[in-house]
């Protein structure tokens, strides 16, 4: 599912690894002040609050899991993501439906990803690129990835930023060239063809976020 292939990048982008960077200092502002940093700057303060927030090896299980919500909510357009996966099918939802699709596409990832992402500094390097926009003017942050000793040029992802009211919010990750979301949207829209509804994906949603919990 796009929102599992989106977080794996994120994943991939920050755990135990280094941020450097040629061209800002590390931000100090909170999240939310987007007035006062540029969007690099806020996408470098997010992957700090990562580590300081999960770094923490005394913290239990269910506050790690309880952190790593909260941090998916705050970094991720969540909403925006499950409009632009559903595509014309978002028009056809409730309200209710919208809401649960979303809170679900929150929970599989938690579920999945809170108590194997542990974050450890110093493993490896993240280079932050300069930013850009494209034509819809959405922000384009480059970064490459590569671990300490590892052979090669590294991994290269482009992080995909909106500017919302007080904030920015991360949409999508780019993998060497290929879209997370785009690259995944016609799977969410494939099995509501094959299955009759928006209704039929979100019982499938429920039913995988079960399988996970009782694992």
């Known amino acids: 599912m796009v929102m599992r292939k989106i977080l794996f990048a994120f994943v991939l982008g920050i755990a135990s690894l280094q941020v450097v960077s040629g061209h800002a200092a590390k931000a100090e502002a909170s999240p939310a002040s987007v007035a006062s940093v540029t969007v690099d700057e806020y996408l470098r303060a997010q992957i700090e609050t990562v580590f300081e927030k999960l770094g923490d090896e005394q913290i239990s299980e269910g506050e790690r899991t309880e952190r790593f919500r909260v941090l998916i909510t705050e970094i991720f357009d969540v909403k925006f993501i499950s409009r632009f996966v559903l595509g014309p099918y978002w028009q056809e939802t409730s309200e209710a439906e919208r809401d649960r699709f979303s809170d679900l596409l929150i929970e599989l990832q938690v ?28 922000y384009l942050v480059p970064m490459t990835l590569k671990r300490l000793g590892a052979e090669g040029a590294g991994v290269n992802l482009l992080w995909r930023l909106r500017e919302t009211t007080d904030s920015f919010k991360v949409f999508d990750i780019m993998i060497e060239g290929t879209s997370m979301l785009i690259a995944h949207k016609s799977e969410y829209q494939s099995f509501i063809r094959r299955n009759g509804g928006v209704s039929s994906l979100i019982n499938e949603l429920e039913t995988q976020a079960q399988k996970l919990k009782i694992r």
Do not use: A, N, V, Y
């Open 111 to 138: 579920t999945r990803w809170s108590q194997r992402f542990k974050p450890r500094k110093g493993e490896g390097t993240m280079d932050i690129g300069q930013p850009r926009t494209d034509e819809s003017g959405h």
